[in-house]
T-cell receptor, first 117, second 116 residues
Framework: AQKITQTQPGMFVQEKEAVTLDCTYD???????LFWYKQPSSGEMIFLIY??????QNATEGRYSLNFQKARKSANLVISASQLGDSAMYFC??????????????FGSGTKLNVKP | DAGITQSPRHKVTETGTPVTLRCHQT?????MYWYRQDPGHGLRLIHY???????DKGEVSDGYSVSRSKTEDFLLTLESATSSQTSVYFC???????????????FGPGTRLTVT
């Protein structure tokens, strides 16, 4: 079974609007972490936001927020007020196990976001 | 950028030749990873390292080997390159013990490998 599923291969959003990128995950480990990375056309991987499985509140980082629904095993990324520079590939990822151990990370297949002017 | 560099950044090679990609880090990260990125697959783990001389296989390790003789260098070798190994390769690193524990992995800039 896929550990991380991103069902939206591509999305369009109008500049200044909000957009939600979907991510569902599969794990039986009670301790895990969820991440979103941005990959612009230049190719580098940019860390955006992190949510720990025991965190009570949804993570936020500037215009990025993570809508964490533990019972549904979903960790959607919300980008508010989209900008042209947000056009990129976005990857959801999961770390299984406690943060103070060695962990493997699992990545989804990505969502390509295009922001239209 | 957590001090991670990869070399070469681009390489074209012929089927059947051995290829070595280098990942170099300057931050004394303990754990290191090699991934490949292919369209529709995201990043898939090839090999990883717990520490110097401690390595193990990831989910797509066939045809690859790694070595880590010192903390700062993690080498990925394609023993006999095939066209199916054409990909973008990313190195990543992480620490999990105080005071340098980090939630996320830090990535290198990637190496684009083409096998003809």
């Amino acid at each position: 079974a896929q550990k991380i599923t991103q069902t939206q291969p591509g999305m369009f959003v109008q500049e200044k609007e909000a957009v939600t990128l979907d991510c569902t995950y599969d794990t039986s480990d009670p301790s895990y972490g969820l991440f979103w990375y941005k990959q612009p056309s230049s190719g580098e991987m940019i860390f955006l936001i992190y949510q720990g499985s025991y965190d009570q509140q949804n993570a936020t980082e500037g215009r990025y927020s993570l809508n964490f629904q533990k019972a549904r095993k979903s960790a959607n990324l919300v980008i508010s007020a989209s900008q042209l520079g947000d056009s990129a590939m976005y990857f959801c990822a999961m770390r299984e196990g406690q943060v103070y151990n060695f962990n493997k990370f699992y990545f989804g297949s990505g969502t390509k976001l295009n922001v239209k002017p | 950028d957590a001090g991670i560099t990869q070399s070469p950044r681009h390489k074209v090679t012929e089927t059947g030749t051995p290829v070595t990609l280098r990942c170099h880090q300057t931050e004394n990260h303990r754990y290191m990873y090699w991934y490949r990125q292919d369209p529709g697959h995201g990043l898939r783990l090839i090999h990883y390292s717990y520490g110097v001389k401690d390595t193990d296989k990831g989910e797509v390790s066939d045809g690859y080997s790694v070595s880590r003789s010192k903390t700062e260098d993690f080498l990925l070798t394609l023993e006999s390159a095939t066209s199916s190994q054409t990909s973008v390769y990313f190195c990543a690193a992480r620490d999990s013990f105080p005071p340098k524990e980090s939630y996320e992995q830090y990535f290198g800039p990637g190496t684009r490998l083409t096998v003809t």
